[in-house]
């Protein structure tokens, strides 16, 4: 089954493939542009069906995750509109 044109279910994925998911969605969705919490999560909602909102301290680790894995992303600031940019 592929999930191309569908919208995942949060109820069909598990604890670790969703939170996988939600961070492979911040990381695409930073790749087109620089985003503020408020908009990952609008990003989040609309890619995954059923999603749930997500606290901005649950964004701060999955933008920690993405820089652990060599992700640079600046911190949001009143130089950047108080948006994440990813870097490189």
């Known amino acids: 089954m592929t999930l191309q044109n569908k919208k995942p279910n949060s109820k069909n994925l598990d604890n670790i493939s969703i ?7 911040i990381l ?3 790749l087109k542009e620089p985003l503020s919490e408020d908009e990952i999560n609008q990003k989040i909602q609309e890619n995954i069906e059923g999603a749930r909102s997500l606290s901005n301290d649950t964004i701060c680790i999955y933008i920690n995750t993405l820089r652990s894995i060599g992700c640079e992303i600046s ?4 130089n950047n509109d108080y948006r994440y940019v990813l870097k490189s």
């Open 28 to 30: 695409n969705s930073l």
């Open 75 to 78: 911190r949001p600031s009143k």
């Open 19 to 25: 939170t996988a998911f939600r961070i492979l969605a």
